[in-house]
């Protein structure tokens, strides 16, 4: 990982800076995310690990700028795999979860390349529960929900055409068998037209 942020930085050294990026237009990004979940099934809130087992979720976006203060955006987000407890704190199985999602952004460009905004919207979310043999899970298959999507970040453009992006998200989901959201930090390069 070390030398992948050193390779990133020599990359970054040779783009060279303006003192104002673009306003308005398309873009796209690709990042890595970090991942965590808060759940409930009915009555009970302990039953899955907090974090992801593993990290560097892939996160992909696409979005149009209308102006400095406005635009929307749609993604693709792996949120990871969760170790499903029970009361007990034994683990009895594996929750998996991804989302597709479009929300407004709003906030304000500054002319010296930084940005801050907030978004809203909605995601369909996918879970797919797997028990441990010898359990039982309400949510043992596949299925998909809607759920609210809200996230804050900063976002630095380099020039017109690159920029790099610190974010965090929560995406909601209820999906019949447990309510809950999936969560995390987000760095992705972005890439405009």
């Given at each position: 990982m070390r030398h992948i942020i050193h390779a990133a930085a020599l990359l970054l050294s040779f783009v060279p800076l303006?003192?104002?990026?673009?306003?308005?237009?398309?873009?796209?990004?690709?990042?890595?995310?970090?991942?965590?979940l808060n759940a409930c099934p009915v009555g009970n809130c302990v039953e899955f690990t907090e974090n992801a087992q593993e990290s560097g979720h892939v996160r992909l976006i696409g979005g149009y700028d209308f102006n400095r203060f406005i635009g929307v955006e749609g993604g693709y987000s792996?949120?990871?795999?969760?170790?499903?407890?029970?009361?007990?704190?034994q683990i009895?199985?594996?929750?998996?979860?991804n989302s597709f999602s479009l929300a407004a952004r709003g906030g304000y460009k500054f002319t010296f390349g930084l940005s801050l905004f907030a978004k809203l919207g909605l995601a369909s979310v996918s879970t797919k529960y797997t028990a441990d043999p010898g359990w039982v899970l309400p949510g043992e298959a596949n299925r998909r929900s809607t759920g609210a999507l809200f996230g804050i970040g900063a976002q630095y453009d380099f020039n017109d055409?690159?920029?790099?992006?610190?974010?965090?998200?929560?995406?909601?989901?209820?999906?019949?068998?447990?309510?809950?959201?999936?969560?995390?930090?987000?760095l992705v390069g972005i890439f405009r037209f």
């Open positions: 303006s003192a104002g990026a673009v306003d308005s237009g398309p873009y796209m990004g690709l990042g890595v995310a970090s991942g965590s792996d949120f990871g795999s969760y170790k499903v407890k029970n009361i007990a704190q009895v199985g594996t929750v998996k979860g055409h690159l920029g790099i992006r610190l974010s965090s998200e929560a995406t909601g989901f209820d999906d019949g068998a447990y309510t809950g959201a999936f969560g995390g930090a987000n």
